[in-house]
């Protein structure tokens, strides 16, 4: 994050854009590299003062705010061997002096008793300041230099914001647990998360704006993201939005890709290895459940067909009630891996039980099944048995999984949905409703009384 | 009609089925949220309405008996007493007056978990010494993190975790409180239950008029006493101004600077005469190539001023007459405060100086092995030196809070009289803030 006055918005009818940098911003930067590299055994001091040279009107505050992310990332060594403290302690119990000639003198009693010159009580005297360190070598380049300065500027924005909404396409779970750790409540508004304080309802307050700029790097290291946010300025409300598709570049922290534990990242690794076809997931985007977010470990697709899996692994008591109670109402195809004294509390359709090993050889066989070549289509031609997961309509094998799908979609009122799927008007016909059309484009679904 | 109150994270929740007011009702957890200072109001409407609660709202640590014996001056006794009609206010008294008894008087009197608000470390370390006599003190701030039955903090740290301290005193003291009202620290009352408030301060305005918004956060004025009314416990003092003209080639340089500056101002037809005026400029700096200019000039003239060689030379005579004095000399530019430093050889404190340096010197110069100390606006509050009777300031802004405070400082009651030195550049904008100054001084 960066001081407040490196702040470089615009403000165009109540919307905000932060000042982004992209590769016409290269030359400077590399400029303001080069000068603190060039300064290697000088003093900062000396460095500093050249950046300013530097400096105009159009661009001082990038070029300060450049000179303070490469600072960060600059080793230093201290100009001189002796303790500076000890040095000037020993100096100020002989002041104060008044007169050139008894400032020499203590000069040299003190060189004499430090066994140094007199220079080196001059350069010591206060060697511990930051600015008279010793510039002993800078670890960044432009191009990172310039990534890094965007994801600061966009922190920084943040800062004055009073409630952000974002969503992100993976990487759910550092989020959630990075919303939780900072104090921040959430709701789940359709696709996205909207992020406030508690006493947000309360008063308009910016308190919550370092919380928000502390999950930024968590967001953006999302695949996908999008950010709107509400930013205060005076009494002012003004919006902000930017999403990873609009080309700016953000420095990503390494994120160790750390797993709630080793069991689901060995059942990825299998997975990905046995089935290439499948398209896997991790942390998938959340199901909202009553307002509480619910994210799967792991959701896998192909094509239309999708289910997710939850690892119930070693939870607490509590845990597992509240976590159950989302299962249960979470309302999407879900496979639950749960230990055997979690798996008799769930009701839930597809549960592989285990008891100290993660049964991977019984996930895989189910994923085998679940996405076998019949199970990718929704509706097929009734011709011999009916297979498995599918039941029997008039003349159609239609697939039990849409029909929940398409019942959920109904609940939500998404009719669009199912119409345009695959075999969506015979299995609106099996739950009853009929497809009315109101023009070449509109329609609308009744449902069909049995008289 | 039941209500159960509960602390979240510097709100107050209230479930049951009950209409509450002060704040609003809350979709996200489905119940009424008000915010923490609220409380003593809820609890009041609560009773009055007839209404049966129950509250699981302070979260306090064990608080043992002080017992503690001290002395207060008569205005001291008649400022406890004014504050305890309601217990809340703000007490106004000179720098100088003691009002840390004050508190220390109530502290005692209410007996309850106390959070003391503080500016800065030195402050902590300051309180911490005074207030020993009732046991064992926490420190809550950036180097430790205890909470006890009486916790001093400053005022970033409780802003910070004021989320966290909010349940956990029923008295809080906001020492120099005109800070409180600030857009960050004032959420430090606002996220705190503690019905009790004490406000303490020399001067309860603020330049930008956010002042009015003391008596919801702390309560308003309940006593105050000037510096004249209470001067036989103050030690007297003079002032001297010395009036010091720039070299030909400072003067040279200065003139030409300061004049850029003044023509920007003339052709945008502005004029400059409060900070508000000044941000103006700051803020055109963004889109404005002369802004940005004319304000670097402005820079620069005003650091060939305060860094005038005469200025040194006026010092360097200072110094030598009074040979025999404990001397501070205070100057706003840190540059200034470390080639006074190095050319006298005088111990400097500035904001980069840390914490156990910073003690030492001070702790040295109240012992008397240093008779000199060099500082910049850090000591501006509060920090107390004994026995200084030398003031010298090189340089300053024109609010007048800085210029009380810092008379303040040598206005310790030794015996002996304190004179304060004034050295300014004559013929330059300086001359005007001093000027400023003083006029304001002499509206108290």
């Known amino acids: 994050m960066l001081p407040k006055e490196y702040l470089d918005v615009r403000k165009i009818k109540g919307k905000i854009y932060p000042r982004f940098v992209d590769f016409e911003w290269f030359d400077i930067a590399k400029k303001v590299i080069s000068i603190y590299a060039k300064n290697t055994g000088n003093k900062l001091k000396k460095a500093r003062n050249e950046v300013k040279k530097i400096e105009d009107s159009e661009n001082y505050k990038k070029i300060r705010a450049f000179a303070r992310i490469v600072e960060r990332e600059i080793d230093f060594k201290s100009p001189t061997t002796l303790n500076p403290l000890e040095v000037r302690k020993l100096l100020f119990s002989k002041g104060p002096v008044t ?47 310039l990534m890094k300065y965007n994801l600061s500027l966009l922190q920084t924005t943040l800062m004055n914001a009073i409630a952000v909404r974002f969503r992100v396409e993976d990487n759910h779970k550092k989020v959630f647990s990075g919303i939780k750790r900072l104090g921040l409540m959430y709701e789940i508004e359709d696709e996205f998360v909207r992020l406030t304080g508690p006493a947000s309802i309360l008063k308009q307050t910016k308190k919550y704006g370092t919380a928000f700029a502390k999950l930024i790097p968590a967001i953006v290291n999302s695949r996908l993201w999008v950010i709107h946010a509400e930013i205060l300025d005076y009494d002012r409300i003004y919006r902000m939005s930017i ?118 050889l019984k996930i895989l066989k189910f994923i085998n099944e679940y996405f076998a070549d019949s199970g990718g289509k929704n509706i097929m031609k009734a011709e011999g048995e009916v297979p498995e997961k599918y039941l029997r309509y008039k003349d159609w094998f239609v697939s039990i999984d849409f029909i929940e799908y398409c019942k959920k979609c109904i609940e939500e009122g998404r009719v669009e949905e199912v119409v345009e799927k695959e075999g969506g008007s015979i299995a609106l016909e099996y739950l009853g409703y009929k497809v009315v059309w109101d023009g070449l484009s509109d329609f609308r679904i009744v449902r069909v009384h049995d008289d | 009609m039941f209500v159960k109150l509960s602390y ?113 470390l030195d402050l902590i370390d300051q309180w911490m010494a005074k207030l020993s006599i009732f046991g064992e003190i926490g420190e809550f701030s950036g180097r430790k993190k205890e909470i006890k039955a009486i916790t001093i903090s400053t005022y970033d740290s409780a802003y910070i975790n004021a989320e966290t301290l909010g349940n956990k005193f029923l008295l809080i003291v906001f020492d120099e409180v005109h800070h409180l009202p600030s857009e960050s620290y004032r959420v430090i009352a606002e996220m705190s239950c503690a019905p009790y408030r004490l406000g303490l301060t020399a001067t309860m305005e603020r330049e930008d008029g956010l002042h009015s918004l003391l008596p919801k956060l702390v309560g308003g004025k309940v006593y105050e006493v000037t510096h004249d009314q209470i001067s036989e416990h103050l030690a007297p003092f003079t002032i001297k101004r010395i009036k010091v003209p720039l070299s030909e080639k400072e003067k040279g340089a200065y003139d030409q600077l300061s004049k850029k500056f003044r023509d920007y101002l003339k052709k945008k037809g502005m004029k400059l005469t409060s900070m508000d005026d000044f941000r103006k400029i700051v803020m055109r700096t963004g889109f404005d190539k002369q802004a940005y200019e004319a304000l670097k000039s402005w820079e620069e003239a005003r650091k060939i001023a305060y860094n005038s060689k005469n200025k040194l030379k006026v010092l360097k005579n200072l110094l030598q007459r009074h040979r025999k004095d404990k001397i501070i000399i205070f100057t706003r530019y840190n540059d200034l405060v470390y080639r006074i430093s190095r050319l006298f050889l005088i111990p400097a404190i500035t904001y980069k100086t840390d914490q156990s340096e910073r003690k030492e010197i001070l702790r040295n110069f109240r012992r008397g092995i240093y008779r000199v100390i060099v500082s910049s606006q850090v000591l501006d509050e509060g920090v107390d030196v004994p026995d200084a009777n030398i003031g010298i300031i090189m340089s300053g802004s024109g609010s007048a809070r800085e210029y009380i405070q810092r008379l303040g400082r040598i206005l310790r009651p030794s015996g002996k009289k304190a004179i304060l030195y004034e050295i300014v550049s004559s013929e330059t904008s300086e001359e005007r803030v001093s000027r400023r100054r003083r006029r304001k001084l002499k509206n108290k």
């Not at chain 1, 420095?251 to 990905?272: A, G, H, N, V």
């Not at chain 1, 290439?276 to 799967?296: M, T």
């Not at chain 2, 014996?69 to 217990?87: G, I, P, S």
């Open chain 1, 243 to 360: 999403s990873s598709e609009d080309g700016v570049m953000f420095y990503r922290e390494k994120l160790s890709m750390d797993f709630d534990s080793s069991l689901e990242e060995e059942l990825y690794s299998r997975l990905i290895c046995s089935r290439r076809d499948l398209e896997i997931v991790r942390e998938p985007s959340l199901v909202s459940v009553g307002g509480f977010a619910f994210i799967p470990d792991f959701r896998i697709r192909r094509g239309d067909r999708e289910i997710y899996i939850e690892i119930a692994g070693f939870w607490t008591e509590d845990y597992v009630k509240k976590k159950v109670e989302k299962i249960e109402r979470a309302n999407i195809p879900l496979l639950v891996v749960a230990r055997e004294e979690i798996a008799e509390k769930l009701k839930s359709r597809h549960v592989i039980r285990f008891k100290n090993k993660l049964p991977y």
């Open chain 1, 99 to 145: 007169t050139a000639s008894e400032r020499e003198k203590v000069i040299e009693e003190v060189a004499r008793r430090f066994g140094v010159d007199k220079r080196e009580i001059e350069l010591s005297m206060f060697g511990d300041m930051e600015e008279d360190s010793i510039i002993d070598g800078v670890k960044v380049d432009p191009e990172t230099l």
């Open chain 2, 8 to 120: 979240d994270r510097g709100t107050i929740i209230a479930k049951g089925d009950v209409h509450i007011p002060f704040g609003s009702f809350d979709e996200r957890v489905g119940c009424y949220r008000v915010l923490a200072y609220k409380y003593r109001d809820l609890v009041e409407y609560l009773n009055l309405s007839g209404i049966e609660y129950e509250e699981e709202v302070f979260d306090p640590p064990p608080t043992p008996f002080f017992d503690a014996e001290f002395e207060l001056r008569d205005y001291q006794e008649e400022a406890v007493q004014k504050w305890m009609v309601d217990r809340r206010g703000v007490v106004v008294l000179p720098t100088g007056a003691g009002k840390t008894y004050v508190a220390m008087e109530i502290i005692r009197e209410l007996n309850v978990p106390t959070l003391i608000v503080v500016p800065t």
